[in-house]
């Protein structure tokens, strides 16, 4: 019997990891190699978009959705801190979980591309559930309590030559504020050792 998949994807988390890595993921690609170990049920990609979405944010959530993803989107809020700080959150969690939860029966293999320690116990649940769980993401940004419940880690940066999209560069790869590149804008703290 063909091993059944479900692919769950934290947008945000998956972006943060390519910003760190220096280059970007084909979610094509991503689709392909996770699907190469058995039948794909479903990939859910979880993702924020502003209030008024630009034409390439649409143009990216129509991509995905044409690929085969099932794209669940939350708008942008702005929240402003005691210091007077605003900062712009969109919480998805509470979507990937219900749908970890709501569609177990689905698959036998759930694979999270997240590092995010809040899914520690939906993962135990699954597990509970005898469900088989692979976690996918960078050492760095992946919390220990979710590397440990889940069956197997996948280091996503050991994945480069097959799920990378050559020749694509993150929209704020090498600036800094203002749009300038970030080697004019920021000076040197420390003595440069090379």
Do not use: C
């Not at 034409?55 to 708008?75: E, H, N, S, W």
């Amino acid at each position: 019997m063909t091993e059944r998949i479900a692919l769950f994807i934290d947008g945000a988390n998956v972006y943060a990891a390519a910003r760190r890595l220096g280059w970007n993921f084909d979610h094509r690609k991503i689709l392909e190699h996770f699907r190469a170990g058995g039948t794909l049920h479903n990939a859910f990609y979880y993702t924020a978009v502003p209030a008024h979405p630009d034409d390439k944010q649409k143009r990216f959530v129509d991509a995905l959705t044409y690929m085969g993803y099932t794209v669940r989107t939350r708008p942008l809020r702005e929240v402003t801190d005691e210091h007077g700080e605003t900062q712009r959150r969109a919480s998805l969690d509470i979507f990937l979980v219900t749908d970890l939860l709501t569609t177990a029966d689905r698959f036998d293999t759930a694979i999270l591309l997240t590092g995010d320690g809040d899914f520690e116990r939906p993962v135990e649940v699954l597990r509970a559930r005898g469900k088989r769980v692979v976690v996918a993401s960078i050492p760095e940004m992946t919390s220990y309590e979710l590397r440990n419940a889940a069956d197997e880690y996948v280091d996503l940066s050991a994945l480069r030559a097959e799920v990378e999209r050559p020749g694509y560069r993150l929209p704020s790869e090498g600036r800094a504020e203002g749009g300038r590149p970030f080697y004019v804008t920021a000076a040197l703290t420390e003595p440069d050792e090379r």
